[in-house]
T-cell receptor
Framework: DAGITQSPRYKITETGRQVTLMCHQT?????MFWYRQDLGHGLRLIYY???????DKGEVPDGYVVSRSKTENFPLTLESATRSQTSVYFC??????????????FGPGTRLTVL | DQQVKQNSPSLSVQEGRISILNCDYT??????FLWYKKYPAEGPTFLIS?????DKNEDGRFTVFLNKSAKHLSLHIVPSQPGDSAVYFC?????????FGTGTSLTVIP
């Protein structure tokens, strides 16, 4: 199906483990983003990517690593998970800047629990 | 410190009446403002946006107003429908950095 998908949808892991959240989009959008949603904070930008092999930090990048070897994929890795990284993670994509709405298209989210 | 704020966590409105959702921001460099709607267990979906050079944008039942001097924007939904019940997020961007508010949960009572 066309669109933006995330996997897994739910994940439980333990403190100190490495976890990778996957994001895939079929629109060939240039830009992709990772957010986390926490109570009292709304959505906060972790990392974004303007194109393959181009990534940049957002508001809360510490403890996360991203890569983008292909335009359609943008995985997010927690190298050593901590309890404070328990959250709902959303991936989003956007067409090139300058278009009328400047909107992002969001995936369904991954609920991550770190025990 | 939060650059985009939604000070009302919830709002209840009768079906057919106007819903007004508010958002305040602090960064005068924001060049685009957006509203998203979110249902439980789904990602946010785009509703409407406005460039910083405009003060109003309308799309069907949805209108966004921007008051740059007050650093305030609002979303008006007229008439409100039960299907509008959701969490609404306001967002602002500068370049590729997007900042979201904490959301307002709208309940439209039939």
């Amino acid at each position: 199906d066309a669109g933006i998908t995330q996997s897994p949808r739910y994940k439980i892991t333990e403190t100190g483990r490495q976890v990778t959240l996957m994001c895939h989009q079929t629109w060939s959008h240039s830009y992709m983003f990772w957010y986390r949603q926490d109570l009292g904070h709304g959505l906060r930008l972790i990392y974004y990517s303007a194109a393959a092999d181009i990534t940049d930090k957002g508001e809360v990048p510490d403890g996360y690593v991203v890569s983008r070897s292909k335009t359609e994929n943008f995985p997010l890795t927690l190298e050593s998970a901590t309890r404070s990284q328990t959250s709902v993670y959303f991936c989003a994509s956007r067409r090139r800047p300058g278009l009328r709405h400047n909107e992002q298209f969001f995936g369904p989210g991954t609920r991550l629990t770190v025990l | 410190d939060q650059q985009v704020k939604q000070n009302s966590p919830s709002l209840s409105v009768q079906e057919g009446r106007i819903s007004i959702l508010n958002c305040d921001y602090t960064n005068s460099m924001f060049d685009y403002f957006l509203w998203y709607k979110k249902y439980p267990a789904e990602g946010p979906t785009f509703l409407i946006s406005i460039s910083s050079i405009k003060d109003k944008n309308e799309d069907g039942r949805f209108t966004v107003f921007l008051n740059k001097s007050a650093k305030h924007l609002s979303l008006h939904i007229v008439p409100s429908q039960p299907g509008d019940s959701a969490v609404y997020f306001c967002a602002a961007s500068v370049g590729n950095q997007f900042y979201f508010g904490t959301g307002t949960s709208l309940t439209v009572i039939p």
